[in-house]
């Protein structure tokens, strides 16, 4: 681990559907941290749902806001952080989360992010005619950026309260004193 990296905070990357919020509450819990969620931050600000944002201004406005949160996000300590699946897509957002967190990505097969995302609506780019060919091509051409995350972690086959204390595992292991 480099050395000018302040692992304050414990940041959480991954495609839709991986688990990011509700893993990330058990996290914050497990660690005694407290919980932000990007894009739960930018629907309180803007007073607007994401498939607004998008529909109204576009997905690059919303990429700028996402931008600029990960910037003020910089001075928190003790937080969990859950981001949006599309946030570490830009090496800017994941080099700053490096910065102050410790990134950990939660990855799934194409086939379980469709098994856990089907019946919900509110994610914008799931709007398509053949959403499961969807999730595939974002899924590849995400992933490199998703697998520069410090650790990784593959949701597939275990329950969330089992990933959650792995995750926080990884953090205390990252973050315990040097003996
Ligand atoms: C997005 C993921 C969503 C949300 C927006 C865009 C993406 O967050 O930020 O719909 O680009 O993958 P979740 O990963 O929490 O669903």
Known sequence: MQNHRQLANLAL?????????SIG???????????????????SRTGRT?????????????????KNLVGELATQTGA??????????????LESLKNFALVV??????EKIW???RSQSHRPLLHDPNPQKKIRELLTAREPFYK??????????RAAREVAQQ?????????RPPR
């Open 80 to 93: 969990v952080i859950a981001t949006g699946g599309g946030l570490p897509t830009n090496a800017e957002n």
């Open 167 to 175: 995750v926080a595992l990884q953090y205390k292991l990252a973050t």
């Open 115 to 117: 098994e856990r995302v």
């Open 148 to 157: 520069q995350a410090d650790v990784l972690i593959n949701t597939d086959l």
């Open 25 to 43: 509450r058990l996290v914050a819990e497990q660690l005694h941290f407290h919980f932000l969620d990007t894009d739960e931050i930018i629907q």
């Open 105 to 110: 990505c939660l990855w799934a097969s194409p």
């Open 13 to 21: 990357v991954g495609f839709m559907g991986t688990g990011k919020t």
């Open 50 to 66: 994401i498939t607004d944002i998008f529909a109204q201004d576009g997905e690059p406005a919303f990429r700028a806001l996402e």
